[in-house]
């Protein structure tokens, strides 16, 4: 079965740093782009970050570009994101995503994880 | 402000034929594939539609979807009350150089 598992979600004060992790398996990891969505709570998906099959290229949205960093282990089809400075912005569940266009960043999200939810306390 | 705009709701008697409508521009929807996403109460959202029409294996005939232009929609043929979900558009925007999604529908089933 292909799955996507999302852990690393906590309580985290305003300006600390949280890692969030997502392990793979039931597909060949290193083949596909993956990404990080996240949903406030009451409100609609926003794309916050996504990197190609081999790290070399990711992209960010502006919300959290600069405090944000994707990064992917494929040796243990691990998918990361280190979040930084972290704002009550930020609050929301954290989905992991496989892209199913092969090993870009385009193309459709074709396997979701159940989330993991950050809480910031200010 | 989402950059792909939806109808924030949308509503219909089981049996009926609903659309849910998706405007972009010419740097998003009018220059890639458009993805629909079904989200059930509670739930993660899912993969409804790829490639502007395409369904995924599972996913039933009665929804489909199409585009025109720099605009989208997904319908929703033979509605059942296991339809009611938030419903989201996404593509990739050249502007922004990334995946973009529209603010969601949330459709009630009446």
């Known amino acids: 079965e292909v799955q996507v598992v999302e852990s690393g979600g906590d309580l985290v004060g305003t300006g600390g740093s949280l890692r969030l992790s997502c392990s793979a398996s039931g597909f060949s990891f290193s083949e596909h782009g993956l990404h990080w969505v996240r949903q406030a709570p009451g409100k609609g998906l926003e794309y916050v970050s996504g990197?190609?099959?081999?790290?070399?290229?990711?992209n960010y949205a502006d919300s959290v570009k600069g405090r944000f960093t994707i990064s992917r282990d494929n040796s243990k089809s691990i998918l990361y994101l280190q979040m930084n400075n972290v704002g009550t912005e930020d609050a929301a569940v954290y989905y992991c995503?496989?892209?199913?266009?092969?090993?870009?960043?385009?193309?459709?999200?074709?396997?979701w994880g159940q989330g993991t939810e950050v809480i910031v306390s200010s | 402000q989402s950059i792909l705009t939806q109808p924030p709701s949308a509503s219909g008697t089981p049996g009926q034929r609903v659309t849910i409508s998706c405007s972009g521009s010419s740097s998003n929807i009018g220059r890639d594939y458009v993805y629909w996403y079904q989200q059930l109460p509670g739930a993660a959202p899912s993969l409804l539609i790829y490639g502007n029409d395409q369904r995924p294996s599972g996913v039933p005939d009665r929804f489909s979807g199409s585009k025109s232009g720099t605009s989208a929609s997904l319908a929703i043929s033979g509605l059942r009350s296991e339809d009611e979900a938030s419903y989201y558009c996404?593509?990739?925007?050249?502007?922004?150089?990334?995946?973009?999604f529209g603010g969601g529908t949330k459709l009630t089933v009446l």
């Open positions: 995503v496989k892209g199913d266009y092969g090993s870009g960043l385009r193309g459709a999200f074709d396997v």
């Open positions: 990197i190609n099959n081999n790290g070399a290229e990711r």
């Open positions: 996404a593509t990739w925007d050249d502007n922004v150089g990334g995946p973009v």
